[in-house]
């Protein structure tokens, strides 16, 4: 059953995911808890590494309760994303942290690390989102850089430092979010642009940025996995394997094995928020 926690309290921000939780106050103090650190076979050897909770551990497995990121108490955190083993955060000054393990560059840091690539941009950046092997950070100025392995860092090849999105390159980016081996962008404009493997709003995968054409005329306002809704809260459906209970629009019959045309959902509604 839901239950408060209750070593929590005025809290603004949340993100959970890929075994761990993290929630930031209203002054900015980062919390994180759940799986710290996880084997992972590389060359042939399984090692342990950490998965991005932001601290040292007294001993391999888990940190049950909520404890802070004292290595950020300085900073004031305004957003975090979650990969399977690496955590990105962002502060209110625009500088943007990962911690745990990289695979696609066998980068490893237990404690919050500022990510020197991004701040020698000198840019100030507002939002991060991460995937699996990938991870995606925004700039004020609507610029995207991608990295990670070349499923959905949005260049199409293997990019191990942040560079930008070349695809998005003048288009102003306001909003990204990415999952698994998959990313979405929207623009001022309410564009959605997504890329990834598999099960897009395409048949097949796409490595770069491409428009959903299926909403061209609608300005896009908030994403999920597979989900876009427009300032006034109509809800559709991207992508979602044929007959998915997530649906919420019904069976799509055995011929279509997913949507390739985004798809409202009716009788439905949501209240967009603006939110990094």
Do not use: C
Not at 1 to 23: D, F
Request: charged residues 20%; glycine residues 10%.
């Amino acid at each position: 059953m839901p239950t408060r926690i209750e070593s929590l309290s005025h809290i603004e921000r949340i993100a959970a995911g890929s075994g761990k939780s993290a929630a930031v106050d209203e002054v900015g103090r980062l919390f994180t808890w759940g799986q710290g650190a996880i084997f992972v076979a590389l060359n042939h050897e399984d090692i342990l590494v950490p998965t991005g909770l932001g601290y040292e551990f007294e001993f391999e497995g888990h940190q049950l309760t909520p404890k802070q990121v004292e290595a950020l108490s300085q900073d004031r955190v305004v957003g975090v994303a979650f990969s399977h083993d690496f955590t990105l955060a962002i502060t209110d000054a625009g500088a943007v942290f990962f911690f745990g393990f990289v695979i696609a560059t066998g980068e490893e840091s237990v404690l919050p690390r500022r990510i020197e690539a991004l701040a020698e941009t000198r840019q100030r950046f507002v939002a991060v989102a991460a995937g699996n092997n990938h991870a995606l950070a925004l700039t004020e100025e609507g610029d995207l850089y991608g990295w990670g392995y070349e499923a959905a860092n949005g260049h199409g090849r293997e990019q191990l430092t942040p560079q930008l999105v070349a695809a998005l390159i003048g288009r102003r980016v306001k909003l990204v979010y990415a999952e698994d081996d998959y990313s979405y962008a929207v623009t001022d404009k309410g564009e959605l642009f997504t890329w990834g493997t598999g099960n897009l709003a395409f048949n097949g995968s796409q490595f770069t940025p491409k428009r959903v054409d299926g909403l061209s005329g609608v300005e896009i306002a908030a994403v999920a996995t597979g989900l876009a809704a427009n300032a006034d809260g109509v809800v559709w459906v991207v992508w979602a394997f044929d007959q998915h209970p997530a649906l919420g629009v019904g069976a799509l019959g055995p011929d279509a094995p997913a949507v390739p045309t985004p798809i409202p959902i009716p009788m439905l509604r949501v209240r967009v928020v603006n939110s990094p």
